[in-house]
């Protein structure tokens, strides 16, 4: 694999990246929302036990690899946190201190922040438009509660919407349903704000289409959409309460496990919270997790701890029947109907269960041929599990709805880590480029969700 030079777009233009061994004059920030630059460290850590190693040390390694390398996200002193856990790191890009903005702009379903992102409050507006606009089509379903709601410190819904033509019997939370379900849903990780983006422009897509579009006219005749845009809505508040200067934050807002404020002297960027893909109950604890409080992949006290999780495996199991036996070797069923599709950012892969362990799964033939179909629908990405592209990782997502239900799932790794247009937090110019790409994979999951195994 070609060497790559990683541009981490994490905030404004007033960021500065250099490579190692040039010198790059950064100007001063006005009022730094967080203490010093924010580092990204080239550290060899082939496929298998070092790159497993170096996750249970709980750094916020990124969805990316180079050959042999992967990457960590963290503040200067991470070098030697590096150094004295056995590991190499040299700098490959660093960002001056992001200077401070303005919360939010607009209001309602105009709510943005950081260019154009939406804000919660106006996700949450679209959906009540949206099934206002289109009561034909459309049902938003509210599904649960987050953390900071049922502790009673703001907090939100956790909301989902239903898109078919509706007929009797539809877009009810039933796993004998009429038609067949593609399920989709973004900002698992808050700090992928990328992908709330892809989800609000799938809903504009299905709704506005409807009766204009012969495509999504057939598929809204025939199977029934749910796409829930926010999945960890208390995140997302921490992200956008940085307005301009998005704060990382990739968990949920749980501090009882630990300190209540994470960042150190020597890890200003570490944070509170469970990492909500490495909390269910399939293979939790598992290489790719870790148990301190302040890791990224922190897996939370038990399987299933959170409040997020246990209400998405309740509205899996609602939305799709068990079609697969309680062996690890054992396959759906080959009638199985439905997909679900977890968008994250930023790789350009689209990724297949398992992902504990690079063992292939009982269905892996028809999970493997869609996904190939998919990475070339986006125009040429990689795919394969976890383990053959990145590393191994337990308690995810993507291992209980295929594990429990016998549903296909695939995360999709929506961006890149090159380029203008790279990291978690691009442009919001970019996101034509992604909608681009995500709209025919889109298309393609909802069509195959009648008979994902079937060919």
Not at 85 to 110: I, K
Not at 130 to 158: E, I
Not at 227 to 246: E, F, H, K, L
């Amino acid at each position: 694999m070609k060497q790559r030079r990683l541009s981490l777009a994490l905030a404004s233009a007033a960021s500065v990246a250099f490579l190692v061994g040039t010198s790059v004059a950064a100007p001063p920030p006005a009022a730094p929302t967080q203490e010093g630059p924010t580092y990204v460290y080239r550290v060899p850590a082939p496929l298998g036990q070092k790159a497993q190693d170096l996750i249970a040390r709980g750094f916020d390694v990124l969805e990316q690899r180079d050959g042999e390398d992967l990457f960590v996200l963290g503040s200067k002193d991470v070098h030697t946190k590096l150094a004295d856990a056995g590991f190499t790191g040299t700098v490959e890009s660093v960002m001056a201190p992001p200077a401070f903005a303005p919360t939010t702009q607009g209001t309602g379903v105009n709510e943005t922040y950081y260019g154009g992102y939406r804000t919660v409050k106006a996700h949450y507006a679209h959906l009540d438009q949206v099934g206002w606009r289109y009561p034909r089509l459309a049902t938003v379903v509210d599904y649960g509660d987050s953390w900071r709601k049922t502790q009673g410190a703001g907090g939100y819904d956790l909301k989902a919407v239903c898109i078919t033509k509706k007929s009797p019997g539809d877009c009810k939370l039933t796993p004998n349903a009429r038609k067949p379900r593609l399920f989709v849903s973004g900002q698992v990780h808050a700090r992928e704000i990328t992908t709330g983006d892809m989800a609000w422009r799938w809903i504009d897509h299905l709704t506005a289409g409807y009766g204009k579009d012969g495509e999504v006219t057939s598929l809204l005749d025939t199977t029934e959409i749910w796409v829930v845009p926010i999945a960890n809505p208390d995140g997302v508040q921490i992200v956008q309460s940085g307005g301009d200067s998005p704060k990382l934050q990739r968990k949920n807002a749980n501090h009882t496990n630990g300190p209540k404020f994470c960042p150190t002297e020597t890890d200003p960027l570490a944070q509170v919270g469970i990492d909500l893909n490495r909390n269910l109950s399939v293979q939790w604890g598992d290489n790719g997790t870790s148990p301190d409080p302040c890791s990224q992949v922190y897996r939370g006290p038990k399987a299933d701890s959170e409040v997020e999780t246990k209400a998405l495996e309740k509205f899996f199991r609602s939305l799709f029947p068990d079609t697969r036996g309680p062996g690890l070797n054992d396959p759906a069923d080959p009638k199985t109907r439905g997909m679900v599709i977890t968008m994250h950012a930023a790789l350009n892969v689209v990724l297949l269960p398992w992902g504990y362990t690079t063992t292939p799964s009982p269905n892996d033939r028809p999970l493997r041929a869609m996904a190939k179909d998919m990475a070339q629908l986006a125009g040429g990405w990689e795919y394969g599990q976890p383990g053959e592209l990145l590393y191994t990782a337990g308690g995810s997502i993507d291992d209980w709805v295929y594990g429990e239900l016998g549903v296909p799932h695939y995360t999709w790794e929506i961006g890149n880590w090159e380029g203008d247009c790279a990291g978690f937090l691009p442009a919001y110019s970019c996101q034509d480029g992604h909608w681009a790409k995500v709209k025919p994979m889109l298309t393609y999951a909802a069509r195959k969700a009648a008979n994902p195994y079937g060919g």
